[in-house]
């Protein structure tokens, strides 16, 4: 089946470093992506990976292993609008999302 | 160039009557997805739909929900009878065609809540 781990809540610092992590155990994913949500408001895209390897955008990296079913969300130089929760979701072929349990993420000052 | 709109942003409605969610997807658009979303927990898939078609509706509960995006106008999210357990945000998601690799893009989601 189709089921993606991501640790429920997150605790940082502001200026700190912190890596989300999120395992998924399929065989049908094609591609990876990351979306961030703060709280009552839409989730917005941050990164896709398909390839195997590290994507930087900004202060935001994304990482992907397909054959350990492994990616990572890397968010550097920690801002307080970065507390917000961080959704991994897999597509499988046949174009559905299927979204982790998101990732709770708090910076504090 | 507008991004995805959902209207109402929040709708009230007492058990039993009907409620009417609305998406209208991104300029160039052709494929929406319905997304439920219940409070601290994930994103949950409902159904795809490309214009005048359901493509995957394996989400959807089988009974008193119905979805439809018809050749001209939004789609819509049809819930019937509504129950407390319907209380939830819907997200309505766009992308361009439909490929795996595609971006789907979110609209502001409509908050139900039902007495």
């Known amino acids: 089946g189709q089921n993606i781990d991501q640790p429920t809540e997150m605790t940082a610092t502001e200026g700190a470093i912190v890596q989300i992590n999120c395992t998924y155990q399929t065989s049908g994913f094609n591609g990876l992506f990351w979306y961030q949500q703060h709280a009552g408001e839409a989730p917005t895209f941050l990164s896709y990976?398909?390839?195997?390897g590290l994507e930087e955008k900004g202060r935001f990296s994304s990482f992907l292993s397909r054959s350990k079913g492994y990616s990572y969300l890397l968010l550097k130089e920690l801002q307080m609008k970065d507390s917000a929760s961080y959704l991994c979701?897999?597509?499988?072929?046949?174009?559905?999302?299927?979204f982790g349990p998101g990732t709770r993420l708090s910076v504090l000052p | 160039n507008a991004g995805v709109m959902q209207n109402p942003r929040h709708l009230v409605r007492r058990r039993g009557q009907e409620a009417r969610l609305r998406c209208s997807p991104m300029?160039?658009?052709?494929?929406v997805y319905w997304y439920r979303q219940l409070p601290e927990e994930g994103l949950k898939f409902m159904v795809y739909?490309?214009?005048?078609?359901?493509?995957?509706e394996s989400g959807m509960p089988k009974e008193r929900f119905s979805a439809e995006f018809p050749k001209e106008g939004p789609s819509i999210l049809r819930i019937q009878q509504v129950v407390r357990g319907d209380s939830a945000a819907y997200f309505c998601?766009?992308?361009?065609?439909?490929?795996?690799?595609?971006?789907?893009?979110f609209g502001p989601g409509t908050r139900l809540t039902v007495l």
């Open positions: 998601a766009s992308s361009p065609g439909g490929e795996d690799t595609d971006t789907q893009y």
């Open positions: 739909l490309q214009k005048e078609n359901i493509i995957d």
């Open positions: 979701a897999g597509t499988l072929y046949g174009q559905n999302f299927v």
């Open positions: 300029k160039g658009h052709s494929h």
């Open positions: 990976n398909v390839l195997d």
